[in-house]
């Protein structure tokens, strides 16, 4: 099983589907199952809040060996048996505010959504979900889709190998002096 994940607005779902077509994978969302499967408790000002333990139960039911699984939620309702690779997407905080932006998410969401992206915090979960040896990280800043999928391609075929820690938002945010713009609430 391959898995897509990462913060929100970073490109998962359009480099799944090219990854997907290009491997004769199925494809399947971790949301689209979540509200399809009334696994989503409620909404709230942040988003759907998802019955976690539910959601696993319903996946593990419909995941197969030839699968792409995409969501950011993968790391709290995947098991890492039978995952073959975890590709986390990651973009740059700065195009980030923009994407959110464009989406109509209010302030506290996109302040919320950069700062997780910055202090990596869907790399995080992975690696302790998934192991270090099954996680690799992928920017996606300035990338198209295509670009980037042909990248985890690569990795996938072993043509090219994956790692974790070249992505560092902190350090770039520190040099611009925009510590503040992206930590502090008003």
């Excluded at 996946?59 to 969501?71: A, H, N, S, T």
């Excluded at 992928?138 to 990795?155: H, R």
């Excluded at 190998?161 to 925009?178: A, F, M, Q, R, T």
Aim: aromatic share 6%.
């Amino acid at each position: 099983m391959l898995v897509i994940t990462g913060s929100p607005g970073v490109g998962k779902h359009s480099i799944a589907r090219i990854i997907a077509k290009k491997l004769g994978l199925k494809l399947i969302d971790i949301n689209s199952i979540a509200l399809k499967n009334n696994a989503v408790i409620s909404k709230d000002k942040s988003g759907y809040v998802v019955d976690i333990k539910k959601l696993s139960s319903i996946l593990r039911k419909e995941i197969k060996k030839d699968c792409l699984v995409v969501g950011h939620l993968a790391p709290y309702v995947l098991k890492a048996r039978n995952t073959s690779l975890v590709a986390v997407i990651r973009r740059s905080p700065y195009e980030l505010k923009k994407v959110y932006a464009k989406r109509g998410y209010d302030r506290e969401k996109i302040m919320d959504n950069v700062s997780s992206e910055v202090i990596g915090i869907c790399l995080y979960d992975s690696i302790k979900r998934f192991g270090e040896g099954r996680v690799a990280e992928f920017d996606s800043t300035g990338k198209k889709p295509e670009k980037l999928a042909g990248e985890i391609i690569s990795v996938i075929n072993r043509e090219l190998e994956g790692s974790v820690g070249k992505v560092d938002w902190l350090s770039l945010i520190v040099k611009n002096n925009d510590l503040q713009r992206f930590f502090e609430y008003p």
